[in-house]
């Protein structure tokens, strides 16, 4: 497990990175990206559904609330990113791939 300092350094470039990707996607996205409090929030404009982006220092990880389900991403020294232990994804990834299942939208690309 990474040390806290290092965890709150990379989580907050990590976010940071992803909401601006979010920022350039949104437009054509039909969602809107809200950041409070180091909280990340997307929310879709039919009002029916929310993605919730937490860093959760005590356990290292970077949490999703999304689709009615809690994704928690740890740390990979190899790739130098968050990642899905399940499946691999980074972060980017797996929200581009929760935005186009949410959105119905395969076109949703959320590029660095």
Sequence with gaps: MIDETTFRNESDKALEALKQTLFRAE?????????????????????????????????????????STSYKLEWNEATHAFTLPKTGEDLRTLTERLLREQLDNPSITLTA
């Design 27 to 67: 437009e054509d996205g039909g969602f809107e990206t809200d950041e409070k409090n180091g909280v990340l929030n997307v929310l879709f404009e039919d009002g029916a559904a929310k993605f919730v982006f937490t860093p959760n220092t005590p356990v290292r990880q970077v949490w999703i609330s999304a689709l």
